[in-house]
């Protein structure tokens, strides 16, 4: 399988010749969504920010992070959790074969210390099944290093290799990890996706959390609550930790992740 440092490569597109390079290391790991923004597979919230202060807006019960959000303090956390109702954080864990998020120890502590519920996911390349396992034992390995628990929520977050096959591939990903006792696990992508890459019906809707951000969320317009989870936002800011700390932000139907 690759090795540190190698050259994942993978099809953004979907056609033969359109094939980006891209070496996994801190400085370009991607933060969940990351994708979605460069390629424009879903719509943009306001630029501008939305403040977790306003009201009207869907649900605002989990973040999702990686090493590109930087320390968050346990204060920090408890401040999202008791001022603004937050209940849950994503932190990013691993990516391909090669890459681990540093920051996710302290991330999941503080966390934790603040009473919030804490999942993870995997930033996913495989694109054949036994590159799906093999992706899936270093996402496992981590998380138990990390001594998190079994019933832990555990996301493939699949946005970056365009595969026929990606569908089949994906549930490879998480009967391995269902094998070794990690029985929670869900898909995330963007709605574009989910509608052209992924197949949803077999993945299982409840499995799936859909990234799709409109122009001006609503509670009175609530989308995708068939399935897991809708993330509606990726620049969400709370006021006290000022407008440039900018969060991704999802509502939770199935309570998966808060």
Not at 49 to 76: H, L, M, Q, V
Request: charge should be negative; proline fraction near 3%; include cysteine.
């Amino acid at each position: 399988m690759l090795a540190q440092n190698t050259v994942y490569a993978a099809n953004q597109t979907g056609s033969s010749g359109a094939v980006t390079h891209t070496i996994i290391n801190e400085n370009n790991n991607h933060a969940l969504g990351d994708l979605i923004k460069q390629n424009g597979l879903a719509s943009f919230a306001d630029e501008s920010g939305i403040s977790a202060a306003e009201t009207g807006r869907p649900a605002k019960d989990f973040i999702d992070i990686s090493s590109n959000n930087g320390s968050i303090s346990k204060d920090e956390f408890q401040l999202m959790k008791n001022q603004y109702g937050i209940k849950g954080v994503i932190v990013k864990l691993t990516e391909g074969d090669s890459y681990r998020n540093p920051l996710a120890p302290e991330q999941i502590a503080n966390a934790q210390a603040a009473g919030l519920k804490v999942s993870v996911y995997h930033f996913s390349w495989f694109a054949n099944p036994q590159e799906a396992a093999e992706e899936a034992t270093y996402f496992m390995n981590y998380a138990k290093e990390l001594k998190l628990a079994q019933n832990t929520s555990f996301v493939n977050d699949y946005e970056s290799v365009n595969s026929p096959n990606a569908t089949s591939n994906a549930l490879k990903f998480a009967d391995t990890l269902k094998a070794a006792g990690f029985k929670n696990v869900y898909h995330y992508s963007s709605k574009s996706w989910f509608s052209s890459v992924l197949d949803m019906t077999k993945l299982g809707a409840k499995t799936c959390w859909v990234a799709e951000w409109p122009l001006n969320p609503s509670n009175d317009q609530l989308l995708h609550t068939g399935n897991a989870s809708w993330q509606w936002a990726s620049d969400l800011y709370f006021p006290e930790l000022g407008r440039t700390r900018q969060f991704d932000i999802s509502t939770d139907y199935l309570n998966a992740f808060s």
